[in-house]
Protein backbone atom coordinates (compact mmCIF):
# COMPACT_ATOMS: atom_id res chain seq x y z
CA UNK A 1 0.00 0.00 0.00
CA UNK A 2 1.08 3.74 -0.75
CA UNK A 3 2.04 6.07 1.98
CA UNK A 4 1.65 9.65 1.32
CA UNK A 5 3.04 12.77 3.15
CA UNK A 6 0.27 15.69 2.98
CA UNK A 7 1.99 19.15 4.05
CA UNK A 8 -0.17 22.17 4.58
CA UNK A 9 1.27 25.68 4.70
CA UNK A 10 -0.08 28.36 6.23
CA UNK A 11 0.14 32.25 7.05
CA UNK A 12 -2.02 33.60 9.89
CA UNK A 13 -5.13 30.47 9.20
CA UNK A 14 -6.57 31.09 12.29
CA UNK A 15 -9.87 30.62 11.48
CA UNK A 16 -8.91 28.74 8.04
CA UNK A 17 -6.80 26.09 10.11
CA UNK A 18 -9.86 23.81 12.20
CA UNK A 19 -11.71 23.06 9.04
CA UNK A 20 -8.87 21.78 6.62
CA UNK A 21 -7.44 19.76 9.54
CA UNK A 22 -11.26 18.22 9.60
CA UNK A 23 -11.18 17.89 6.24
CA UNK A 24 -7.59 16.13 5.92
CA UNK A 25 -8.46 13.91 9.18
CA UNK A 26 -11.99 12.67 7.74
CA UNK A 27 -10.61 11.15 4.25
CA UNK A 28 -11.49 8.06 3.53
CA UNK A 29 -8.29 5.66 3.26
CA UNK A 30 -9.29 3.09 0.94
CA UNK A 31 -5.73 3.27 -0.99
CA UNK A 32 -3.47 4.26 0.38
CA UNK A 33 -1.56 4.44 4.73
CA UNK A 34 -2.18 8.10 5.49
CA UNK A 35 1.87 8.34 6.88
CA UNK A 36 2.46 12.17 7.63
CA UNK A 37 1.08 15.00 8.05
CA UNK A 38 3.00 17.77 8.37
CA UNK A 39 2.19 21.73 9.37
CA UNK A 40 3.98 24.25 8.37
CA UNK A 41 3.45 28.26 9.75
CA UNK A 42 5.07 30.77 7.73
CA UNK A 43 5.92 33.44 10.45
CA UNK A 44 2.04 33.57 11.63
CA UNK A 45 1.11 35.99 14.25
CA UNK A 46 -2.19 34.69 15.05
CA UNK A 47 -3.49 31.79 16.85
CA UNK A 48 -2.40 29.77 14.02
CA UNK A 49 1.12 28.16 15.67
CA UNK A 50 -1.01 27.23 19.35
CA UNK A 51 -3.56 25.67 17.25
CA UNK A 52 -0.52 23.60 15.58
CA UNK A 53 0.50 23.11 18.41
CA UNK A 54 -2.33 21.55 20.03
CA UNK A 55 -3.44 19.44 17.33
CA UNK A 56 -3.24 15.63 17.80
CA UNK A 57 -5.11 12.51 15.42
CA UNK A 58 -4.24 9.06 16.10
CA UNK A 59 -5.42 8.63 12.40
CA UNK A 60 -2.03 9.73 11.05
CA UNK A 61 1.04 7.82 11.05
CA UNK A 62 3.48 11.04 12.21
CA UNK A 63 2.82 14.65 12.66
CA UNK A 64 5.30 17.13 12.11
CA UNK A 65 4.85 20.62 13.24
CA UNK A 66 6.90 23.43 11.78
CA UNK A 67 6.66 26.76 13.00
CA UNK A 68 8.90 29.10 11.49
CA UNK A 69 9.07 32.69 13.03
CA UNK A 70 10.47 34.70 10.15
CA UNK A 71 8.08 35.08 7.00
CA UNK A 72 10.18 33.70 3.95
CA UNK A 73 7.13 32.91 1.47
CA UNK A 74 5.13 29.86 0.47
CA UNK A 75 7.62 28.61 -1.71
CA UNK A 76 10.61 28.49 0.61
CA UNK A 77 7.86 26.62 2.86
CA UNK A 78 7.08 24.09 0.07
CA UNK A 79 10.85 23.52 -0.34
CA UNK A 80 10.95 23.02 3.39
CA UNK A 81 8.19 20.22 3.10
CA UNK A 82 9.54 18.36 0.43
CA UNK A 83 13.20 18.22 2.29
CA UNK A 84 11.43 17.02 5.66
CA UNK A 85 9.29 14.79 4.11
CA UNK A 86 10.09 10.91 4.32
CA UNK A 87 7.81 9.65 1.44
CA UNK A 88 7.78 9.90 -2.16
CA UNK A 89 4.35 10.89 -2.54
CA UNK A 90 3.36 14.23 -1.67
CA UNK A 91 0.26 15.96 -1.38
CA UNK A 92 0.59 20.51 -0.91
CA UNK A 93 -1.96 21.77 0.58
CA UNK A 94 -2.56 25.50 1.65
CA UNK A 95 -4.83 25.78 4.44
CA UNK A 96 -7.49 27.91 3.09
CA UNK A 97 -9.13 25.10 0.74
CA UNK A 98 -11.58 22.82 1.38
CA UNK A 99 -12.31 19.14 -0.39
CA UNK A 100 -14.21 15.97 -0.73
CA UNK A 101 -13.36 13.58 2.08
CA UNK A 102 -12.27 10.74 -0.78
CA UNK A 103 -9.85 13.26 -2.55
CA UNK A 104 -6.76 11.64 -1.82
CA UNK A 105 -8.42 8.34 -2.83
CA UNK A 106 -8.97 9.48 -5.87
CA UNK A 107 -5.74 10.84 -6.65
CA UNK A 108 -3.81 8.09 -4.85
CA UNK A 109 -5.38 6.02 -8.00
CA UNK A 110 -3.15 7.87 -10.40
CA UNK A 111 -0.04 6.45 -9.17
CA UNK A 112 -1.18 2.93 -10.26
Known amino acids: MKK???GVMMYNEEKNLPHILEC????????????ELVLISDGSSDGTNNLIKSFQCPKIGRIKKCIFKK??????????FIKISRNSILFL??????????????LIKSFD
Do not use: C, E, H, M
Request: a positive charge.
Open 4 to 6: ISV
Open 24 to 35: ITRQTRKNYVFD
Open 71 to 80: RAGKYSRINS
Open 93 to 106: LSADILFPLDTFDK
